[in-house]
């Protein structure tokens, strides 16, 4: 069965430096997303993107955040100087081309914990 | 703005008993709603959804039913297992104005005891 895979599955981090999340969508998929989840707290949105471009962002995603697809079948995020509070899981997650007024289902994968000390 | 709440956690239960997780929601309009499941050291699965009023989602032996009166979409199973333990969100979808990102709640934790 097609899944997303995000890699590494936890990251320690040194506070200001610049960490990558990567994720792999599922082939045939075309929005990719980026959720957090601070432990304790509800899973938050941060970014949804489709056709190479940001489709949509929450406030928390700020001028330290970025995404990219830089190839086929990648899609990453990039906080360039980490603080203390980005410390949280992020999940990807992808989903189909929607259809009509149909909400096709967003498939996660298993997240990435990041560790920022 | 949009946003879903859900009973607190963690729920205890033995197994076979009836589980109820309460979930209300609040947003204007009519959104789209789903529970997600996250079993131990794994990510988010949708468990089920419904996309207008009075549909009924089910999967695996849970329902929902979306009621729009009471704003609430509660999640239940008659039974239990211990391999239903597991982390339950709530979540909901604006896609009647264009918008994808899931709203989450904040969690149940289900804990089914042999």
């Known amino acids: 069965e097609p899944e997303v895979t995000q890699t590494p599955s936890h990251q320690v981090t040194q506070m200001g430096q610049e960490v990558i999340l990567r994720c792999v969508p599922i082939?045939?998929?075309?929005?990719f997303y980026w959720y957090r989840q601070i432990l304790g707290q509800k899973v938050e949105f941060l970014v949804s993107f489709y056709n190479n471009e940001i489709s949509e962002k929450s406030e928390i995603f700020d001028d330290q955040f970025s995404v990219e697809r830089p190839d086929g079948s990648n899609f990453t995020l990039k906080i360039r100087s980490t603080k203390l509070e980005d410390s949280a899981m992020y999940f990807c997650a992808s989903s189909e081309r929607f259809r009509g007024n149909m909400n096709t289902e967003a498939f996660f994968g298993q997240g990435t914990r990041l560790t920022v000390v | 703005g949009d946003s879903v709440t859900q009973m607190e956690g963690p729920v205890t239960l033995s197994e076979e008993a009836f589980l109820t997780i309460n979930c209300t929601y609040t947003a204007t309009g009519y959104p789209s709603l789903f529970w997600y499941v996250q079993y131990p050291g794994e990510g988010l699965q949708l468990l089920l959804k419904?996309?207008?009023?009075?549909d009924k989602g089910s999967n695996k032996g849970f329902e929902a039913t979306y009621r729009k009166e009471t704003t609430s979409f509660h999640l239940e199973k008659g039974s239990v297992q211990v391999s239903d333990s597991a982390v339950y969100f709530c979540a909901l979808t604006r896609m009647d104005t264009g918008r994808r990102a899931l709203t989450f709640g904040s969690g149940t934790r289900l804990q089914v005891q042999p």
């Open positions: 419904a996309t207008k009023a009075d």
């Open positions: 082939s045939n998929h075309l929005y």
